[in-house]
């Protein structure tokens, strides 16, 4: 049996659109896609794929389910077999039959922190003790219905109610302790409970496991003990991987394609309370590397919605330099001075931050507006300190385009050359990720040149496809001069297949190509097969290109140009939802690259800077 952690893995990294897409002919239809339904026959489309909630329904049949029903339905596969099949291609190993799985090896300890969270469950609603807890979540506008959902519960002020309770229930010491349940201390002579006297947040896995514990210290006793106190690392835990409140939130940030991000535990209990649901919260100050590629396998984009004091400000920077090297956009939202999400929500619901969560800002924005308003730009010394807080953000951002925005925007408000800003971002950053990122320029480079080669030599040896591909594909689009160049011949020459080539007047590098191909004993056995991935790549590159010329140019222009440019990209952003369609129905399926395009997620959506955010 594969362990449910793995299978939720599995289904969310799934791309059920993509995987949907390769058995049947999806169209857009609004958020959603639609297609005749493969389980029954129908002339009008009734199967509709919903990839905010991952699931697909048919209303004229009533077939439903998730990634994994479609191929067992459509390819009569048991459920294992489809999450396997699923699983090779997002890149998730399932444990092989015979071996002991982590969920296996790791069974006590599930079953002490799932006994645990029982256990403080039913001190905080069912006994005496949990009145403090009542009151205080009573104070805190916290309903129980919200309470019960996430898990909440009360360790009593014992020094040993959760551990005798365990003992009775047959759950040894040792155990106990590898869960981070009870401690040891020289000044005791037996072991004590971790938890006691605070209110308790369990802290979940993505399948919705309980995991671990975070504490809140209540009454008097907070000031003489730190207010929030948490589970140790254990082997089913380890902090940096876990983001609190994902479990519940997962769907909400799919549907809303954001995530709220806040610091702690109550602020997310008190967002989602109120019906902000999209909302999780790292358990540290700032955000983890890994935290932040785990987020970015549900959104790519994020709110940080922290402290306005100095120290929220530090970790709202941080968070957002971990998010941009997952390839999530961070922006900034500004609180009123003196107030924290929670207390705004109090006092004014859900209502209250709505418009705040409009008004956020792109992180780099936020930190030029600090700095302009610290009087960083008034001279040599102080641009030099600004560029050293800048400079982390720019070196951040895993997306090349965003990074050349960025860089293009601190230039200009810094007056810094832009190949000087280039130079230290290269020198600065570590080798190890120079390598990586000249190594995925190569490869697109050599992509990118294989693309163009093979149009080449079909239309040389097909020349009845010419007059097709010019009224497709322009010379320029191609990014080799030489390939641009015998591109241009070969549409000049038309579909005349009786003129030599090789009599054409070309420079020597576009000579050179010519022979090559000319010589290349390639088979190209299924011609309108490479002739629509072809021109289907080039067309969907060109695209792309003339959305991140528009981009680096809205940077400079004024409130008029500005809204040309942006109606602009709209336009190109229409062409590309109507491309993808219409390559998708030649069946052409589009490469990893333009489908989800680095900074800009599917190709439906406007760009990372623009007014839709």
């Keep these: 049996m594969i362990p449910d952690d793995v299978v939720e893995e599995v289904r969310t990294r799934a791309d059920i659109v993509e995987i949907i897409g390769e058995h049947v002919a999806l169209k857009r239809a609004g958020k959603d896609f639609r297609a005749l339904c493969p389980f029954h026959r129908e002339k009008t489309p009734s199967f509709y794929v919903v990839p905010a909630k991952g699931f697909f329904k048919c209303f004229g049949c009533g077939e439903s389910g998730d990634v994994f029903a479609f191929l067992m339905k459509r390819l009569g596969l048991g459920f294992n077999d489809a999450v396997r099949q699923v699983a090779e291609r997002v890149g998730v190993e399932i444990p092989e039959p015979g071996r002991r799985s982590g969920d296996e090896r790791h069974r006590p300890l599930y079953e002490a922190v799932a006994f645990a969270a029982d256990f403080f469950r039913r001190q905080l609603w069912d006994e005496p003790v949990g009145e403090v807890a009542r009151r205080y979540l009573e104070r805190r506008g916290i309903p129980r219905e919200a309470a019960e959902r996430f898990l909440l519960g009360y360790a009593p002020d014992e020094w040993t109610a959760l551990r005798d309770a365990a003992t009775r229930h047959g759950i040894a010491e040792e155990v106990l302790f590898e869960a981070g349940l009870i401690k040891r201390s020289e000044r005791r002579a037996e072991p004590y409970d971790r938890f006691r006297h605070r209110l308790i947040f369990p802290i979940t896995d993505t399948a919705g496991r309980v995991i671990a514990f975070g504490g809140r210290m209540l009454g008097a006793a907070a000031e003489r003990a730190p207010k929030y106190l948490n589970s140790p690392e254990t082997p089913i835990y380890q902090k940096g991987r876990v983001l609190y409140g994902l479990s519940w ?13 806040v610091e702690g535990y109550m602020d997310y209990v008190s967002l989602a309370a109120r019906g902000i649901e999209n909302v999780v919260a790292p358990l540290g100050t700032a955000m983890t590397e890994e935290q932040a590629q785990l987020l ?6 994020a709110l940080l919605l922290y402290d306005s004091d100095p120290a929220g400000m530090r970790a709202t920077f941080r968070t957002a330099d971990a998010l941009l090297a997952a390839g999530v956009h961070p922006m900034v939202v500004t609180l009123p001075q003196g107030e924290d999400p929670d207390s705004l929500v109090r006092r004014g619901g859900a209502a209250a931050l709505k418009p705040l969560l409009d008004e956020a800002v792109d992180v780099l924005d936020r ?15 102080r641009i030099r300190f600004a560029l050293d807080k800048l400079l982390p953000t720019l070196r951040a951002a895993a997306d090349e385009t965003l990074r050349d925005i960025y860089v293009a925007r601190v230039s ?8 000087t800003l280039e130079r230290e971002l290269e020198l600065e950053r570590p080798v190890a990720h120079r390598r990586a990122t000249a190594e995925a320029r190569q490869q697109e480079a050599a992509q990118r040149d294989a693309t163009e080669r093979m149009l080449l030599l079909l239309l040389l040896r097909d020349r009845a496809r010419v007059a097709t591909a010019g009224e497709l594909v322009r010379p320029e689009d191609l990014a080799s001069s030489p390939a641009r160049e015998l591109y241009a011949r070969l549409l000049a020459a038309g579909g005349n297949a009786d003129e030599d080539p090789r009599a054409w007047e070309l420079s020597p590098p576009a000579r050179q190509l010519l022979e090559e191909l000319l010589a290349d004993p390639q088979d190209l056995t299924d011609g309108d097969r490479v002739f629509r991935n072809t021109i289907g790549d080039l067309r969907v590159r060109a695209l792309f290109q003339r959305l991140d010329r528009l981009e680096t140019e809205s940077l400079r222009a004024d409130a008029a140009r500005e809204e040309e440019l942006w109606r602009e990209r709209l336009a190109i952003h229409a062409e590309l939802r109507r491309l993808g369609s219409e390559l998708a129905d030649l069946g052409f399926k589009l490469s990893r690259r333009y489908r989800t395009y ?8 406007p760009g990372p800077m623009s007014k839709e955010g």
């Design 249 to 261: 939130a997962k769907q909400a940030i799919r549907r809303e394609g954001e995530a709220i991000i």
């Design 296 to 301: 970015a396998r549900y959104t790519r984009k």
């Design 367 to 381: 930190k030029l507006q600090i700095l302009e308003a610290g009087g960083y730009f008034r001279d040599v010394e």
């Design 412 to 419: 200009e408000r810094t007056g810094v050359r832009r190949d």
């Design 598 to 605: 680095p900074g800009r997620g599917r190709i439906r959506q």
